[in-house]
């Protein structure tokens, strides 16, 4: 078979496996819908055209695979033409994603399949490997570096939707500086810090402000309805619901709002004053030894209230069926330690927490009818007595996790305030 028909059967093929795959996702999107059932034809509608989105960027990638592949028909590297080609797709690419997000397993996964491409269409003509990988990792290079460089001067450009707002300029390019400073538990010093220098609106990202100032009430409002940035997407594109983390519609966030809600009125919170009081006075129990059994008679506070607010949180959440106790054990899974690296990928202290959440559970939901004081669970197990709707075990597992790390973070930084202001 001549070289160049080799080539177009291999492109082709690779163009046969794009749609197949689109077909993939087309019939898993509309699937996945149909198997919900949701009433809202709106739901539908988005999801449909999300995946629209997603396979077209897709083919978007292939396309610059095949540019890129064509490129190589001049061969030699040192060739313009080639790097022209290159530079302008990075810059399609930049224009494309800046309409229209994408997931980052999507785009990877679509570069590489290019990447794949276009390697095999270069090895058919030269017949080296080292050459070929060489050669194509220098187009990739380019590529991205085309891409970044678009994308990096559209953010710094006046054209940019906040360009208006003060900020370092280095913050606008990415958000890493912001969650290195995040990483490291100094990001409420260092955005304090720019609201002095800048004001009381603070560029602090690509496409992120900062407000401290009163006269904006209708973000701080329980009416403003304002939606969560794409860092509260739930980890793991898993299908759960949970009050903390953003959700695909305001219906699914307000319906799951309401379920909590009836835990935290008037009559219901003093069903948890029995364990505040009781815990409150094993922390008393717990300072006192700590700093007895401590070197020089020193204590840390910090850890102390750490433990205290896990081990009420684990009795709000769960009742009698806690069995956290890190007052009395020291926390030997590093449950403290696992919320503040939950950012990274796999942490092992995170997934012990969530563990070991999922299996209270399971042991409060089998006990439900013994249950004397009602607790967190109690009132998430009834579901929505507006809509009768119940929520799912996972889910309920996953709200598990969020009440004990989001509770701990409250209790914790409060008492810590009032020490300090003490």
Not at 149 to 174: D, E, K, Q, V
Request: hydrophobic share 45%.
């Amino acid at each position: 078979m001549p070289m160049a028909a080799l080539r177009v059967v291999i492109l082709l093929s690779v163009y046969v496996l794009f749609d197949s795959l689109q077909l993939i996702v087309h019939m898993g999107s509309l699937i996945s819908v149909f198997r919900t059932l949701k009433p809202d034809l709106s739901t539908y509608v988005e999801q449909y055209f999300l995946t629209l989105n997603i396979c077209g960027t897709a083919h978007l990638f292939y396309l610059i695979g095949c540019s890129m592949a064509l490129a190589k028909t001049i061969l030699q590297s040192t060739n313009p033409g080639a790097y022209v080609l290159l530079v302008g797709a990075g810059c399609v690419t930049w224009g494309v994603l800046n309409r229209c997000r994408m997931r980052g397993d999507y785009a990877v996964s679509a570069l590489a399949v290019a990447f794949l491409s276009l390697l095999v269409v270069i090895y058919t003509q030269v017949q080296s490997i080292y050459a070929s990988t060489v050669l194509v990792s220098t187009y990739t290079f380019v590529y991205i570096i085309s891409a970044a460089l678009c994308t990096a001067a559209y953010r710094l450009s006046p054209f940019h939707p906040l360009a208006n707002f003060p900020g370092p300029w280095l913050w606008y390019i990415s958000s890493l500086k912001l969650s290195w400073v995040s990483l490291q538990g100094r990001r409420h010093l260092i955005i304090d810090e720019l609201h002095r220098q800048y004001g009381p609106f603070v560029r602090i990202g690509p496409d992120t402000l900062s407000v401290n100032t009163l006269s904006a009430n209708y973000i701080y409002g329980a009416q403003a309805h304002m939606e969560k940035s794409d860092s509260y997407l739930l980890p793991g594109r898993q299908p759960n619901v949970s009050l903390f983390f953003k959700q695909k519609t305001e219906k699914t966030h307000s319906d799951r709002k309401r379920v909590w809600s009836a835990a935290f009125t008037g009559s219901a919170v003093v069903h948890f004053f029995p364990a505040l009081e009781r815990r409150t006075w094993q922390l008393l129990s717990c300072i006192e030894e700590r700093q007895a059994a401590g070197k020089d008679g020193y204590v840390d506070l910090a850890k102390c209230f750490c433990h205290w607010s896990y081990d009420f949180m684990g009795d709000m959440v769960f009742g009698g069926c806690n069995n956290l106790e890190l007052m009395k054990t020291g926390d030997p899974n590093k449950l403290v330690e696992g919320g503040k690296v939950a950012t990274i990928v796999v942490d092992r202290p995170v997934t012990r927490l969530r563990d070991i959440a999922a299996s209270l559970m399971r042991t409060r939901i089998k006990s439900d009818a013994d249950v004397e004081l009602r607790d967190l669970t109690s009132y998430l197990l009834a579901g929505d007595l507006q809509t009768g709707e119940r929520i799912s075990h996972a889910d309920l597992e996953l709200e598990a996790i969020v009440a004990i790390q989001g509770g701990e973070r409250t209790l914790t930084k409060m008492r810590e305030i009032s020490i300090h202001k003490l």
